[in-house]
């Protein structure tokens, strides 16, 4: 008989003509699956064990016959593959390929470790152990340790449907936050009055301090919510999450106030790039980059990290300050750079002239056509 394994069970009652039930602890014969409650805890460029060990009862299974597979379960309910073994046979899918493993841990051990963690790692993860008929799963919420920013584009703010702010996002070195990311970022005192995507399609925003301006004085703080959204036609901010670097980002010591276009050379005669406004929201968190000098990033935004904040510095709480995107000929303010670490760093370095080389012919371009 040909058994096709859906995870509707309905489905697979109809395709087989027999019913396979979801066994549980109490079951005999069963294929009992445990994973670590909670969550498991990494940052980016980390390694991460997804615990989830199984045992069968009565004690009497082939190796060879059980089935381990791991899947990402998204917001939609959708399922990813991410690993799948049968006895010694192996297979990673997607991203995960290189960087998804067996524990092999002894008998009965189906964790998997997952190195190089990416900001994309984030999420739920279901383990699924089979043996012929028999199965259960269990459930691994993989965290990551980051911040939180909102984020609009130079065109102004309510500009970006939600694959726009996805892109802008990514562009930033960040991925759209999750209401979770979101929330423990309210709770760690994010207050922003203007509502972005997040990464299910709802739009939110976070109030600490109530205020009229910011929909009512007499409403209690929270994560307002305006549910899920029209992902083309409308349009909002973002809120960003990003992770700990691979790298280092500075400000620029120079004698002289620079444009955009000399900031992006400086940064890269001194071995770097121009810093992302995510790679400075995670230098500001985990680097504790504390600087009262504004200064260019790769957005043509104009920022600076306050870790202490004192008088004349922008306010009296920390944060990261946005000072808007002024003309990119201004000569009016330093530059923050990036470094990444050495294996790493040529290749962006490379990148980033290209993209320099771009920038001048672009803008000589627009100049001889008369272009503003």
Request: hydrophobic letters at 30%.
């Amino acid at each position: 008989m040909l058994f096709f394994f859906l995870k509707d069970e309905s489905k697979l009652c109809t395709r087989v003509l027999t019913c396979v039930k979801h066994l549980s602890e109490d079951d005999t014969g069963a294929v009992i699956v445990q994973t670590a409650p909670g969550k498991v805890v990494t940052h980016r460029g980390g390694s991460i064990t997804l615990p989830c060990r199984f045992h069968h009862e009565p004690e009497n299974t082939d190796p060879a016959r059980i089935r381990i597979k791991w899947t990402k379960v998204t917001d939609a309910l959708q399922f990813d593959d991410v690993f799948v073994a049968l006895g010694k046979q192996q297979r990673v899918f997607g991203s995960y390929r290189g960087r998804v493993f067996l524990e092999q841990e002894g008998p009965g051990d189906a964790s998997v470790i997952i190195q190089n963690v990416t900001l994309e790692d984030y999420g739920r993860y279901e383990c699924e152990v089979t043996n012929d008929m028999e199965d259960d799963t269990g459930f691994v919420n993989l965290d990551l340790e980051g911040v939180v920013f909102p984020y609009y584009p130079r065109e102004g703010r309510y500009k970006l449907n939600y694959h726009q702010a996805e892109d802008a996002c990514k562009h930033q070195d960040a991925i759209l936050a999750s209401h979770s990311q979101l929330h423990k970022a309210w709770l760690d005192g994010l207050d922003w009055c203007n509502a972005g995507w997040l990464d299910d399609g709802s739009v939110q925003y976070p109030i600490s301090h109530p205020r009229d301006q910011c929909g009512r004085k007499d409403t209690p703080a929270g994560v307002r919510n305006y549910g899920y959204r029209h992902k083309e036609s409308e349009r909002y901010d973002a809120f960003c999450f990003t992770s700990k670097l691979n790298g280092k980002v500075y400000f620029l010591k120079r004698y002289k106030k620079t444009n955009y276009a000399e900031a992006m050379k400086a940064c890269i005669r001194d071995g770097s790039v121009l810093a992302k406004v995510g790679q400075l929201y995670a230098a500001w968190k985990f680097q504790l980059l504390d600087r009262c000098e504004a200064g260019w990033l790769e957005d043509g935004s104009i920022r600076y990290p306050v870790v202490n904040p004192r008088t004349r510095c922008g306010g009296p709480h920390p944060g990261v300050r946005h000072l808007g995107f002024p003309d990119k000929k201004f000569r009016l303010y330093g530059v923050y750079c990036f470094r990444r670490n050495q294996e790493e760093n040529a290749d962006q370095v490379k990148k980033a002239k290209n993209s320099t080389d771009g920038w001048k012919s672009s803008n000589s371009l627009m100049t001889a056509t008369g272009g503003v």
